[in-house]
């Protein structure tokens, strides 16, 4: 079986975030498997798609596991996945993917990015739990619930530089939310070619820190559209790899654009 590692949102090797892609021919294998891959793959997210039939609600059957859980929603993986599609000629054009998040659409285009239609964080202002700032390292301006699908709290701070330094207490962070914790600000110089800034810490799914979180992206999105005023943005994820997500809030959908190149294509014998 054919295994990928693809960087998403990005166009450069080794930056991004990298996500394992297998296509298989079947339906899914059994759980545990899924989730041995996913371990033994070690990213933040390894993708596993499969063919529906014709006259289905979709054109592929999509699921993600981190090397602990599976998850509702992945964004940087549904690119991946997407990307290793469009570039084997295993699918042209849109791709619908069937998914525990309804069904999300990855449309290519010409200049090589694609297009992810996901829905909108519904976003709920919330008091900062007791606790939060002194776990995160960071006083919190505002705290909002991002929902089930994305399962995060998202805590924003005063300006770029606080995001940037923050070095969390992992372990801590664990009990404010499902997930983790998306914590972001303005961009102190738009010039530089992002709105806001984000990072983003998954204690609970195993990933202390995420590279760049396209599921975050739909939270961030109708948050800073509203303070900005613009309902197309980007956001610059300021994780040691770093990565670019184009966002463009659509009423109730989230439209998320990025690049990604394959850097490993190989044979999984397991």
């Not at 200049?111 to 919330?126: E, K, M, N, Q």
């Not at 962070?173 to 992002?194: M, Q």
Request: net charge negative.
């Amino acid at each position: 079986m054919r295994i990928r590692i693809v960087d998403a949102f990005t166009d450069r090797p080794f930056t991004g975030n990298p996500a394992g892609v297998l296509l298989l021919d079947d339906a899914f294998p059994d759980d545990t498997w899924l989730q041995n891959v996913a371990m033994e793959v070690n990213h933040a997210e390894t993708a596993f798609a499969h063919r529906l039939p014709e006259g289905a609600e979709a054109d592929w059957a999509l699921r993600w596991f981190t090397p602990v859980t599976e998850v509702a929603m992945c964004g940087h993986a549904t690119l991946a996945t997407a990307h290793v599609l469009h570039t084997t000629g295993a699918h042209t054009g849109p791709a619908r993917f069937a998914t525990r998040s309804g069904v999300l659409v990855a449309t290519p285009a010409a200049d090589g990015s694609i297009t992810l239609d996901f829905p909108t964080a519904p976003l709920t202002r919330v008091e900062a739990p007791a606790g939060v700032a002194d776990a995160l390292g960071a006083e919190p301006v505002a705290v909002f619930d991002t929902g089930a699908n994305v399962g995060d709290l998202l805590v924003e701070l005063a300006d770029e530089k606080t995001v940037l330094g923050l070095a969390p207490d992992h372990r801590a962070l664990a009990g404010y939310s499902s997930r983790g914790i998306i914590a972001t600000a303005r961009a102190e110089d738009p010039a530089r070619g992002y709105d806001f800034v984000s990072r983003c810490f998954f204690p609970n799914v195993g990933i202390d820190e995420d590279p760049v979180t396209g599921s975050a992206h739909t939270a961030l999105a109708p948050h800073w559209s509203a303070r900005l005023g613009r309902d197309d943005l980007t956001g610059l994820q300021a994780s040691r790899r770093t990565g670019l997500v184009r966002t463009a809030l659509r009423g109730g959908r989230t439209l998320l654009t990025g690049r990604a190149v394959t850097v490993v294509d190989g044979e999984l014998h397991a």
